[in-house]
């Protein structure tokens, strides 16, 4: 039998997406590979070293904890932990010898306190983004100089983040127009920081904004971060999400199927149960409101979406049996799901159906359906 639920990863692909990606750099700069949310919902330490293989050579993460969990799985090239570090964070993030992100004098003096060997800090200056980061050019070039004079501090980069890479050109501009000056001014002080803005958005979009290093997250995992489908940037997913067809029963007009009885049968027809639900990540919003793929063949979700099930509707006629596997992401014949189609359905990003994969579905590793 199937697995209630599985994801299935295929390594190679997030090989191939930072190899794509690596392609069409400027050349010199070198490519990071954002694994937070546990690599997008894909397994962060898995996926840490198919980019790795792929050509990335940074890692970034969001949290201590995560940059501890990458050298716990043996990995050693260059962390960056993005997120802000609270005083209780940075020891564990300092024991990881992860990179940590600076915007204030109050953090500086924190961390030299916790330094017992250097610890390499990038200035981060908020262009737009309203979120971490100093707005004040002048304080990011006085907090640059204060970690360099810094016993036990290392400068090593100079960075922002852009807020509409995905949607607003004109601003990411705006962004790049206040970044790149004070950027330079850095480099010209310190020439061997690494200067860094783009995310995958940015990254496909703009040569531009490349610098010294890009901070991909999205598109290695080969989805797409303007939400459209990933084969027009020769992007790859690399993650499928299994089900399997536990029941498969004879339903007449009147019958329900689900909680609030939102899914009622206008004539005879085979409903069938897969168990899979919200507890494992297929969000309540696709109740009535997504397909499902079986034998080369796409089926509307019926009913409400419960914590452990879901529903089908085969129609009047079928011959599926239980035991029939099925596709909530990915391809199964001819027919094809992708996270974006999913995120349009119910109005979200595929960031978050992807880091919505919940720690029940195990994950299954694979390279183009080979060991991996
Ligand atoms: C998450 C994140 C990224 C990666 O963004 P993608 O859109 O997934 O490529 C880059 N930089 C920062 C600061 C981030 O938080």
New binding site residues.
């Given amino acids: 039998m199937p697995l209630r639920a599985l994801a299935r990863v295929n390594l190679a692909a997030i090989e191939r997406n930072v190899t794509r990606l690596k392609r069409d750099l400027t050349p010199g700069t070198e490519l990071c590979a ?1 694994v ?1 949310a546990d690599g997008y919902g894909h397994g962060a330490a898995p996926a840490a070293a198919a980019a790795l293989a792929g050509g990335a050579s940074w890692l ?1 993460v ?1 949290t201590a904890d995560e940059a501890a969990e990458l050298r716990a799985a043996g990995i050693s090239p260059r962390v960056l932990v ?1 997120g802000a570090i609270s005083d209780a964070e940075l020891a564990p993030a300092l024991a990881a010898d992860a990179d940590v992100v600076a915007w204030s004098e109050h953090f500086v003096s924190a961390l030299a306190a916790h330094a017992e060997r250097p610890v390499r800090v990038h200035v981060k200056l908020d262009s737009g983004m309203g979120r971490l980061g100093t707005r004040d050019a002048g304080e990011a070039l006085h907090l640059a100089e204060l970690i360099r004079v810094t016993p036990g501090l290392e400068l090593a980069g100079a960075m922002t ?1 852009f807020a509409t890479a995905d949607d607003d050109p004109a601003f990411m501009a705006v962004q790049l127009a206040a970044f790149a000056p004070i950027a330079a001014d850095l480099r010209r002080r310190y020439p061997g920081i690494v200067v860094h803005a783009a ?3 940015a990254t496909l979009r703009d040569p531009a904004t490349h610098f010294d290093l890009v ?5 290695i995992y080969g989805l797409d ?1 303007m939400q459209e489908d990933p084969r027009a940037r020769e992007l790859e997913p690399a993650l499928e999400l299994h089900s399997y067809l536990a029941a498969v029963k004879a339903t007449a007009p009147g019958q329900s199927a689900g909680y609030g009885r939102r899914f009622v049968a206008a004539g005879e027809t085979w409903i069938a149960t897969l168990p899979i639900g919200y507890g494992d990540g297929v969000r309540r919003a696709f109740s009535n409101n997504c397909e499902v793929l079986v034998a080369g063949r796409r089926y509307p979700l019926v009913g409400t979406v419960s914590m452990d099930n879901i529903t089908i509707d085969l129609g009047p006629e079928t011959d599926l049996e239980p035991g029939t596997p099925a596709t909530i992401i990915g391809t199964d014949g001819g027919e094809r799901q992708t996270a974006e189609t999913l995120a349009h359905l119910i109005a979200t990003i595929n ?1 978050e159906i992807v880091c919505g994969i919940s720690r029940r579905v195990p994950r299954a590793y694979h390279r183009d359906g080979g060991p991996a």
């Fill in positions: 954002v937070k970034a969001a993005m983040h995310n995958s958005a901070r991909c997250g999205i598109a971060p960031y």
